[in-house]
């Protein structure tokens, strides 16, 4: 069985005011503030298309490669619903401003986008239980009606829960890099809707289409969920309806919201409130000139360029705070190799363990290249190091106080070690015995008796050095 | 196109109302009429002439994305309650 996926994925833009009115785009205002006489939809209220949103669509369409149409038109979408108090949601239909775009995964697969429009929000709806189902009153917050989005639509290429879960991701870093949203999947600025189907070479699924996906991890397991589901059924000899399920994260599973034969039937008509939305073929060159470098770009140029890893440098291409960060560690003259491996490994390490997301200001440049020089000169052991760069991350102290303060410094005296050294040979005889029977690779073992005595102090080069000096010695 | 009765019961159901059988006639009457109307467009000639978008030769005159507010009390006491600044409204999907 064969499974083939296609994502309609809605994006909160980040302007300052909303798609067709002045009032503020805020999702997280004081319920019912920001209104006006448009947005909800008060008799003779008349739309004016935000600038910003048209500049934003544009600079999402260029970055995923689509075709930028000169002309594009606005139309309506009608339903009745609590949270769409206008009774239709204003579109882009019959002319979206983008059409035929792609993103490339990195197993090298290409996801072609059939389309990208503009449309605005809807209000945002609690339910007074659970399930809406079995709610039997809602309240309704109208701050989120006429908010900007655009809805991005791919062609059905995605054979693989985690092809949809990486074209996600890829669009979330995306987006962000060139500035038109947050891409948060948990708070609903970045939306996927599923549709599913399942063949081999005698038949073939209906298509279902899988809403309410929140995070990026449930995109792959709501996939995965629904495809198991229809490939039983249809082993068992089941018919599969067409029909819209939601996920429901709680139980990790999804249900039926509607059958094909409920679906809405939406009337589209064009909005006779907006003239046509004509961009110039300058401000669409001049947009496609201005975009950024894209993360896939930036993760090549750090590993041809720089030398980097590749697996670090796509983790370090996917954020711009995080690779500007990068970057500017390397231009305070540390070395990219060392950079990247310790902004990954360590620096990053600790946001993970927190569950929070980067701050460069956490850990000050000038405050990472002394640590990660310390280290390489032997002064602070790698330990100590990692010591010194938690520390730096929860306080903002100076590595030069944190290291005077915990007494960090690493010892490579060779006068004040030996004595050290000489204290683990001899508590250990049985140890140096194997070393004179040829066993030369208990040097470690001393050199570990050396460290654990100096709290981790010890240069273990020096250390190593000197085991080897004195076992040699006394044979 | 024939209006039917299956039409209309799928434009009430849209429309979210209800109609009497005899205003179900009566519309029926008078959407049959609208569309033979119309039917007068499809007598003209077009041919040679571009699609025409809209009536009035006006461009699209997008405004600044600066915000304006507005005092949101003043649609909310249209509102008949309130809980919590939120309006409420009866189940949607309850039977």
Known sequence: MKSVIGLEIHTQLSTKTKAFCSCKNEVDAEPNTNICPVCTGQPGALPVLNDEVVEYAIRAAAALNCEIHEVSSFDRKNYFYPDLPKGYQITQYFHPIATNGYIVLDNGKKIRIRRIHIEEDAGKMFHSSETITQATSSLVDLNRCGIPLIEIVTEPDMEKPEEAREFMEKLRDILRTIGVSTGNMEEGALRCDANVSVHDDKRSSSRVEVKNINSFKFVQKALEYEIKRITKAMEAGENVPQETRGWDSSTKSTVSMRSKEAENDYRYFPEPDLPVLVVSKERIERIKKSLPELPDEKSKRYVEKLGVKEENAKILSKEPELSEYFEEVVKAGVSAKDASNWIVNEVLGLFNADGLEFKGEKVPIKHLKKIIEYTNTSKISRLAAKEVLAEVYKSGKDPDEIVKERNLLQVSNEDELIAVVKEVIEENPDTVQKYKNGKTSVVGFFVGGVMKKTKGKADPKVVGKLVKQLLDGES | ?95
Not at chain 2, 31 to 48: C, Q, R, T
């Open chain 2, 1 to 95: 196109m024939e209006i039917t009765n299956e039409l209309i019961e799928h434009l009430e159901n849209l429309a979210k109302i209800k109609l009497e059988d005899n205003e179900v006639e009566r519309i029926k009457r008078d959407m049959e009429d609208i569309l033979n109307y119309m039917k007068l467009l499809a007598e003209v000639n077009v041919d040679g002439y571009d699609a025409m978008r809209s009536p009035v030769e006006v461009k699209m005159e997008p405004r600044e994305d600066r915000p304006i507010p507005f005092d949101s009390s003043k649609i909310l006491k249209e509102a008949p309650k309130l809980e919590n600044n939120l309006i409420p409204v009866s189940s949607i999907h309850a039977k």
